[in-house]
């Protein structure tokens, strides 16, 4: 599924209704350069899932996680890993494979830890439609 945004805000409402949706157990990867828009997607996800404290870019920590949902979501913003073996000093299994949501930011990083099944969101520019466009792909 294609969807273009042309506003901030419809990349949240995008977020909104999959977190709406979002099941025990599922993971999300969410890939596209530096400001594209993963953590304001992530933001929508949230807040669809019923968090209502504020969601960042865990920059320096690799795993946020938030319990007050309908479900437990665990971000993940795997920017600065620097060797995949990173992910098993934090115990990723034990979240990948919970009870709770996963999104993952920049998930190409760790590409070979993610599951088959699990969703891909990939969010790109194109300066040639404006600043605030964005084409999402949904896997
Ligand atoms: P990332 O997490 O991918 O690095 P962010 O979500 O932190 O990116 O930042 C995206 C930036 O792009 C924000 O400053 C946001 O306001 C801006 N922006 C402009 N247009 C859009 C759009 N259509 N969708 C999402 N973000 C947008
Ligand atoms: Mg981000």
Redesign the pocket.
Known sequence: MKKE????????ALGQQLGACAREGEIYC?D????????????GFAQGLGITEPVS?PTFTILQQYEEGRLPLYHF?V?RIADPSEMDEIGYEEYFYGAGVCLI?WASLIEELVPEDARWIR?EKNPEKG????R?TLE
Do not use: C
């Open positions: 945004t042309f506003h901030e805000q419809e990349t949240f969410l596209g350069d530096l400001g594209a828009g993963k953590t304001v997607f992530t933001q870019s913003d920017y930011e969010i600043f605030d466009y964005r999402i």
